[in-house]
């Protein structure tokens, strides 16, 4: 049973004035266990709905949207269910596939007396379904997006003393080495990591058995079941259906990421997707892929500047996957024996930036680089903080970040940025930048800064020569 970091904001979701919430994400990455797990621990009462495997429950929805009339359907559905005010909670599982289940969340948000809490993993899939008949409840949900586990996850999971991470956490706010003992240990099991990925069933195999083959057969399974949806949509009945064309583009582009991340530079083309069509066509596959929530996307940006969504060219991106285990597991047999052994240069350097992306995107951050015009420099990543533009430069090993360190001795060029080198190091400092080792990444969390706005006091305000 798998700890996860996601049920904090659960509970925080519960104990504040909320509306109906919609987990999303990947297929397979533990929404259903954990929406059980939370209601279990915080409701008296427990509410399961099935979507997908029970379509007997989808009349409930299909009437007038009266709770009461609702209610007393659903109980026939599910003779076991109990509707207790105040104290249950609702999980509607895989709401994609009831459409009128999702229309209904406005009219239990506004009788008050039930949470509702559903889970999905098709509802950013453009022609999923056709329109919602009876409309999306816009401003009556909440979404939540949830990830594979993160590498802090992943060492939570291994029983290791919370003080060793509160002390690895403050070495990098503080900018301190980490003791050599503690620093070798966490690196050995950042490698694991790496391997293993954050899919809770190849997490739960590496934990119980410690054998990668197994792990890999696990992650080859968890992406032929994956595989196995694309393209699959609801028909104007709720039927399933195949859109053959759009799985075959999905398929092509997710078989040609390890090409493409084998490249120099690694900017994604089209060229190497072996489907029939031109570039538009084969685009629709790999929207599907990013709507899918299997992989992520990084912009190149015309220059150093904020905001970095104004400078991005849609048109020259990267595609990394959501967790570098399951691309990892697409990659050679003898892939894994080199990175348990510290050489993460295969793909030359695509396993570490795929984790530097994977990292930043399940921490909210939109993905951006520079690559100049001439190829020279190309900065892997880039962020905006604090109204300037950050660079972060990510090394297999502990190799000179040359592009960055060029970039910061040409201010009059590029401006004055600050920077972050990560590589196979322990913490320390450079000429105008901080290093960190690549483990930290898992403790990178973006602070939330409060966004309170002053009051104005207009009760004083009078029109200037108005009496009283």
């Known amino acids: 049973m798998l700890e996860r970091d996601i049920l904090g904001e659960l509970t925080t979701w519960k104990n504040r004035p909320h509306h109906p919430l919609v987990l999303k994400g990947l297929r397979q990455i533990g929404k259903t266990f954990t929406a059980k797990k939370f209601g279990n621990e915080f409701y008296e009462n427990v509410v399961y ?66 949470d509702v809490l559903c889970t ?35 060492l939570v999971n291994t029983g290791m003393d919370t003080k060793i991470l509160e002390y690895v956490q403050k070495s990098i706010r503080e900018t301190t080495m980490v003791e050599q003992t503690i620093h070798e240990s966490l690196r050995q099991l950042y490698l694991q990591y790496l391997i293993v990925g954050g899919m809770p069933e190849a997490v739960n195999t590496f934990f119980s058995t410690h054998d990668l083959n197994a792990v890999r057969a696990v992650q080859k399974g968890i992406l032929l079941s994956i595989r196995d949806d694309f393209g699959r949509y609801k028909d104007k009945d709720g039927n399933d259906r195949i859109n053959e064309v759009l799985k075959l583009r999905a398929e092509a582009c997710l078989d040609s990421l390890p090409a493409q991340l084998s490249k120099e530079y690694k900017k994604f083309q089209y060229s190497l997707v072996n489907a029939k069509g031109h570039s538009p066509e084969k685009a629709e596959g790999l929207c599907y892929l990013e709507d899918l929530g299997l992989v992520v996307r990084a912009y190149n940006t015309r220059e150093l500047a904020c905001p970095l969504e104004g400078a991005k060219i849609p048109e020259e991106f990267k595609v990394f996957y959501i967790d570098t285990g399951l691309l990892v597991s697409q990659l050679g047999e003898d892939v894994p024996a080199k990175i348990l052994s510290g050489d993460l240069g295969a793909y030359k350097g695509a396993i570490a930036e795929n984790m530097v992306a994977s990292s930043f995107a399940k921490n909210g951050r939109d993905l951006f680089y520079y690559h100049a015009p001439s190829g020279s420099p190309e900065l892997d990543f880039i962020f905006e903080k604090d109204g300037k533009v950050v660079i972060v430069e990510c090394k297999s090993s502990n190799n000179r970040a040359t592009s960055m360190k060029f970039v910061l001795a040409n201010p009059h060029r590029y401006g004055e940025h600050p920077a972050v080198k990560i590589a196979d190091v322990n913490i320390g400092q450079g000429k105008g930048f901080d290093s960190y080792p690549l483990y930290s990444l898992g403790f990178m969390q973006e602070e939330r800064k409060a966004n309170l706005v002053g009051i104005v006091d207009v009760t004083k305000l009078r029109v200037p020569g108005a009496a009283g």
């Not at 599910?78 to 599982?93: N, Q, W, Y």
């Not at 950013?124 to 009876?134: D, I, L, M, Q």
């Open 49 to 114: 709905l099935d979507l997908r495997a029970n379509k007997a429950v989808h009349t409930a929805f299909e009437g007038n949207f009266d709770i009461n009339r609702m209610i007393l359907s659903i109980s026939a559905a599910e003779p076991s269910a109990r509707f207790v005010p105040g104290k249950t909670l609702i999980i509607m599982d895989e709401i994609q596939d009831c459409p009128n289940a999702r229309s209904s969340l406005k009219y239990w948000d506004l009788d008050g007396r039930f």
């Open 120 to 154: 999905g993993s098709f509802l950013g899939v453009k022609g999923f379904r056709a329109p919602y008949e009876r409309g999306i409840p816009v401003g009556y949900e909440e979404q939540l997006t949830m990830y594979p586990l993160t590498f802090r996850e992943f």
